[in-house]
T-cell receptor
Framework: SQQGEEDPQALSIQEGENATMNCSYKTSINNLQWYRQNSGRGLVHLILIRSNEREKHSGRLRVTLDTSKKSSSLLITASRAADTASYFCATAGTGGFKTIFGAGTRLFVKA | DTEVTQTPKHLVMGMTNKKSLKCEQHMGHRAMYWYKQKAKKPPELMFV???????INESVPSRFSPECPNSSLLNLHLHALQPEDSALYLCASSLPKTGESYEQYFGPGTRLTVT
């Protein structure tokens, strides 16, 4: 079964609005990471939250982690057209290398 | 230099061809990864090298053969591929640390089409 399921699958908002996407996972983790991918290109690391952290901020990004529910959320505030991309959560098991990506959320920000 | 480079950007090959994908990084990372990504799907891990040794092989068919000749280079040798192998192949690198994952730096990918 796949780890790191995300919802919504797609999200369309106006520039300036906030975007929230969620990720659920199935097994124990050391940390959870969020990546962005512009169409057909490589992924860019956004933020990493460790299993003993509950919330983390980076610029317009806010990530929360609830290990009891095995879920995480990514909030992008004051979205811009340039935020249009796919967003993936990623988890790795205790070995640290076996990375599993969630299905991803495709975000469209309309100018 | 925080860049991972991949060559070629695009590759079209027949099912009987042999080709190689190349990945290079100069960040001093000692973990390197190959992923396969189909359209509108997440990347799927194929192989992981740690300190130039194969650490993870996710039951990938033998027509894909990885090679890590040194700490900066990662190759993926392709032979007798099938049309369903057409995908974006992504390379990534990270600092290795047993028991904890670090952020991965991704290359732009090679778009592979098998005819």
């Amino acid at each position: 079964s796949q780890q790191g399921e995300e919802d919504p699958q797609a999200l369309s908002i106006q520039e300036g609005e906030n975007a929230t996407m969620n990720c659920s996972y199935k097994t124990s983790i050391n940390n959870l990471q969020w990546y962005r991918q512009n169409s057909g290109r490589g992924l860019v690391h956004l933020i990493l939250i460790r299993s003993n952290e509950r919330e983390k901020h980076s610029g317009r990004l806010r990530v929360t982690l609830d290990t009891s529910k095995k879920s995480s959320s990514l909030l992008i505030t004051a979205s811009r057209a340039a935020d249009t991309a796919s967003y993936f959560c990623a988890t790795a098991g205790t070995g640290g290398f076996k990375t599993i990506f969630g299905a991803g959320t495709r975000l469209f920000v309309k100018a | 230099d925080t860049e991972v480079t991949q060559t070629p950007k695009h590759l079209v090959m027949g099912m009987t061809n042999k080709k190689s994908l190349k990945c290079e990084q100069h960040m001093g990372h000692r973990a390197m990864y190959w992923y396969k990504q189909k359209a509108k799907k997440p990347p799927e891990l194929m192989f992981v090298y740690s300190y130039e040794k194969l650490s993870i092989n996710e039951s990938v068919p033998s027509r894909f053969s990885p090679e890590c000749p040194n700490s900066s280079l990662l190759n993926l040798h392709l032979h007798a591929l099938q049309p369903e192998d057409s995908a974006l192949y992504l390379c990534a690198s990270s600092l290795p640390k047993t028991g904890e994952s670090y952020e991965q730096y991704f290359g732009p990918g090679t778009r592979l089409t098998v005819t």
